[in-house]
């Protein structure tokens, strides 16, 4: 069992950053990917971000290329630093944990884990 508790959301103005935080529960914690979603009001969740259970690789939305950064350590908690930050950043984000990378894609529906979200409100 893996529970999820994601911290760090706020507001900002556009330009600005922020950094989101993910702890993680649980002994299996290094056997899942990681990975960040988000949902803007009135539109299906999507993908934004995940790393592998090394670390060793991340993967992310080409929407967020370049300016996130996937980050994971030992102390079971998975990061997402934002930076330019826009408004269509805006949303809730969710921290997922599966142990295939592949359930990141179209299958999100299929993850193991969920948290419950933290509200990111970029303002221009």
């Known amino acids: 069992q893996v529970q999820l508790v994601e911290s760090g959301g706020g507001l900002v103005q556009a330009g600005g950053s922020l950094r989101l935080s993910c702890a993680a529960s649980?002994?299996?914690?290094?056997?899942?990917?990681m990975g960040w979603f988000r949902q803007a009001p009135g539109k299906e969740r999507e993908y934004v971000a995940a790393?592998?259970?090394?670390?060793?690789?991340a993967y992310y939305a080409d929407s967020v290329k370049g300016r996130f950064t996937i980050s994971r350590d030992n102390a079971k908690t998975v990061y997402l630093q934002m930076n330019s930050l826009k408004p269509e950043d805006t949303g809730v984000y969710y921290c997922?944990?599966?142990?295939?990378?592949?359930?990141?894609?179209?299958?999100?529906?299929?993850?193991?884990?969920w948290g419950k979200g933290t509200l990111v409100t970029v303002s221009s």
């Open positions: 997922a944990a599966d142990p295939s990378i592949a359930t990141f894609g179209s299958n999100y529906n299929a993850m193991d884990y």
């Open positions: 649980g002994r299996t914690f290094s056997s899942y990917v």
């Open positions: 790393i592998t259970r090394s670390g060793g690789r």
